[in-house]
């Protein structure tokens, strides 16, 4: 079953704002993913924070992860044109292999 | 350096036709695995493979098959297709590492459609 559940569904923003999505997911984790969707196109992989982490950036990307809640978050600061795509965050569980995505976040933003 | 390749990109089927996915990687990953992508569904895991000649059901595996028999290849295929496998079908490798600490890399998909 899936783990992960994205909130809000879809968030729509204009250039320059701050994006702001959350996940929470059921059972025990080892770590966790976000990825990214463009209209069309395969996922691409953002970012991993792993279960003992409880905060971490790239670029402009800041991702936070409560494993006391079973939550996390994708911050996008100074969101662009080139963001909108939908979101998508995996757990995999420490005897696993297997990613569980969320349903997904649909973000777009406007010039 | 190709990464995650799926061929066709598209298809229509008649129901009850059956058919082979494709898909290849050439970043020597052990895992790999497929899943389907239906609206408001997210990704849902269909078959996976820890490596050559090993392979394991998803959460949807009813109606497909898959096979491993080289690190490079992981086809798909569809016995009977039924409407209700119209989807969206990625394939994806990573390298095998136990709890998953490596990120995915997916193909661009197969849109399918069974009439």
């Known amino acids: 079953s899936q783990q992960g559940e994205e909130d809000p569904q879809a968030l729509s923003i204009q250039e320059g704002e701050n994006a702001t999505m959350n996940c929470s997911y059921k059972?025990?984790?080892?770590?966790l993913q976000w990825y990214r969707q463009n209209s069309g196109r395969g996922l691409v992989h953002l970012i991993l924070i792993r279960s003992n982490e409880r905060e971490k950036h790239s670029g402009r990307l800041r991702v936070t992860l409560d494993t006391s809640k079973k939550s996390s978050s994708l911050l996008i600061t100074a969101s662009r044109a080139a963001d909108t795509a939908s979101y998508f965050c995996a757990t995999v569980s420490n005897s696993g292999y297997a990613l569980n995505f969320g349903k997904g976040t649909s973000l777009l933003v406007t010039p | 350096n190709a990464g995650v390749t799926q061929t066709p990109k598209f298809q229509v089927l008649k129901t009850g036709q059956s058919m082979t996915l494709q898909c290849a990687q050439d970043?020597?990953?052990?895992?790999m695995s497929w899943y389907r992508q239906d609206p408001g569904m997210g990704l849902r895991l269909i078959h996976y493979?820890?490596?050559?000649?090993?392979?394991d059901q998803g959460e949807v595996p009813n109606g497909y098959n898959v096979s491993r028999s080289t690190t490079e290849d992981f086809p798909l295929r569809l016995l009977s297709a039924a409407p209700s496998q119209t989807s969206v079908y990625f394939c994806a490798s990573s390298l095998r590492i136990r709890g998953g600490d490596t990120e995915a890399f997916f193909g661009q998909g197969t849109r399918l459609t069974v009439v």
């Open positions: 059972t025990s984790i080892n770590n």
């Open positions: 493979s820890v490596g050559a000649g090993i392979t």
């Open positions: 970043m020597n990953h052990e895992y």
